[in-house]
């Protein structure tokens, strides 16, 4: 097991004390009725095996982005606990990583954990250049010479299918889809065992997609790391994914195989988000 | 024909009493059933035909048993090694290790990703067991040209050729890498006689090999060539 979530929630905002047992999918709402806080996750249980493509669909605001945040730490967690096999304790056991401080965060992304943004400006620094970006973690992983990590900046590079020729550049002067590229080649320099993707080709013209989806599919078999991949389209959970988790109201209301999940939804809201495409 | 019925100690695969039934919610929660009370036993090296009238659930078996639809009752136990295992009842990671390893699936229509080459599409599970790329496409050439697939199409995606085409893709890629039970979903249904012989005696060799086949056949002749036994879904659905 690589990551296991345990009754994970998280609340936006001031809470009353009985905002997550007044709301998820059974209450028919995330925001408290008391006090008007969010629950935009409501104790979620959830795990992720080795080289296993986990994803995750639902309307927008049932809480997807939060709960990969949540994981990356780029929110805090309200309750609940995530056992992360790569961050272990002194008792070689795995930590919570609810609980990591910054340094140990730093430690986790630079070298276990990655997440693509949809928007690439959360992901990239713009000041830096391509190479730039790539290079900063390259470092983090423990490079010090300087024709070494320009290699492997160029190596992530061509990896991703980017123009070496304008690995000088800064981010601002790609496409759409090449931001995406230099995220995700950002992202395996961190040699991920775990790669979040939220929304990870949304806006991209359809053809963009499909080269970028292609890579990541690739990448994936080749490097054999897990992924969790959100996404509101079912195309793309189709294209990627081996389970498929469903959320709405920050609860998941259906998990299972994908081809199942899509060929045989059980719960009503799935079989609604279903038959809209068919 | 001997109808099975009789449970074997040897079996590769039982299944018992399977039930399967749809819930619609948005069609006012209606009921429909695909199939009840499905039992039946397959040994090592046995090709067993799924019978029956349009209708009447025999894809939905093969389905619930690959876990396409979730199972409603019953069991599906697979030995494996030592290991006996229900399919019906293990989790999502555990069944995607048994479909990597034990259980292949020829469905009905081609279910592949756009731009892949028909050779790849083939070589693929070679690839997944770790084989090179170049022996794993040289393999794959070699069984799209005893299936009668012209040269010129396989550097293209499958999902430009005809139905017949398409089958034949379908199943090489199913039994290029045979693993040890298989489902196939009416694989002779569009295919001329010299194709469908080959692909019958292609299913013979498997037998030999020990492959322990559960197949829906479209022509109950070519059904009869092949199978072992038969399973009449009708027959012995209560
Ligand atoms: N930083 C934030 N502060 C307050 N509320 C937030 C914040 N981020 C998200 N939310 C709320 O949490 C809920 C879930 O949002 P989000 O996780 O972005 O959903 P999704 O990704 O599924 O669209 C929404 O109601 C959203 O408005
Ligand atoms: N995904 C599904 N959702 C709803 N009903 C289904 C589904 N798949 C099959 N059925 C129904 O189950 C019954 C059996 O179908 P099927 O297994 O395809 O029969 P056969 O292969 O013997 O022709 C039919 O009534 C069919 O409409
Ligand atoms: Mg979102
Ligand atoms: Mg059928
Ligand atoms: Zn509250």
Known sequence: MLLEIENLSKVYGKSCGQCIALTGDDMGTAICPVCGAVVAVNRINLRVEDNEVLGIVGESGSGKSTLLQLIYRDTKTTEGKMFFREMQGEDGEPVDIAGLNMMETVLMRNTMMAMIYQNPRLGLNFLFSGGGNIAEKVIAAGQRNYEDIRKSACYFFEKTDLPVSRIDQSPETFSGGQQQRIQIAKALAASPRLLLLDEPTTGLDVSVQAQILDMIRVLQKELSFSMIVVSHDLGVIRHLTDITVVMRNGSIVEQGLTDQVLEDPQHVYTQLLVSSVL | ?238
């Open chain 2, 1 to 238: 024909m001997i109808m099975q019925t009789s449970p074997s100690s040897s079996y590769r695969l039982r299944v018992s009493k399977l039930s399967k039934s749809f819930t619609l919610h948005n069609r006012g929660a209606i009921e429909i059933e695909a199939f009840s009370d499905v039992s039946f036993c397959i040994d090592p090296g046995e090709l067993l035909a799924l019978t029956g009238p349009s209708g009447a659930g025999k894809s939905s078996v093969l389905k619930t048993i690959y876990r396409t639809y979730k199972p409603g009752s019953g069991q599906v136990l697979l030995q494996r090694g030592g290991q006996l295992v229900d399919l019906a009842a293990c989790s999502d990671s555990e069944m995607l290790e048994y479909r990597r390893a034990d259980i292949g699936f020829v469905t009905q229509f081609l279910k592949i990703l756009p731009r892949v080459s028909a050779v790849d599409v083939v070589a693929a599970p070679l690839v997944a067991l770790g084989r090179g790329l170049e022996n794993a496409r040289a393999e794959a050439v070699d069984l799209l040209r005893r299936l009668y697939i012209r040269e010129d199409l396989f550097s293209l995606s499958p999902l430009t050729f005809s139905g017949g085409e398409q089958q034949r893709v379908n199943i090489a890629r199913g039994v290029i890498a045979p693993k040890k039970l298989l489902l196939l979903d009416e694989p002779t249904a569009s295919l001329d006689d010299k194709s469908a012989a080959m692909v019958l005696e292609i299913l013979n060799n498997l037998k030999q090999q020990g492959i322990c086949i559960l197949a829906i056949f479209h022509d109950r002749q070519r059904m009869e060539q092949i199978a072992d036994n038969e399973f009449n879904i009708m027959e012995y659905n209560s």
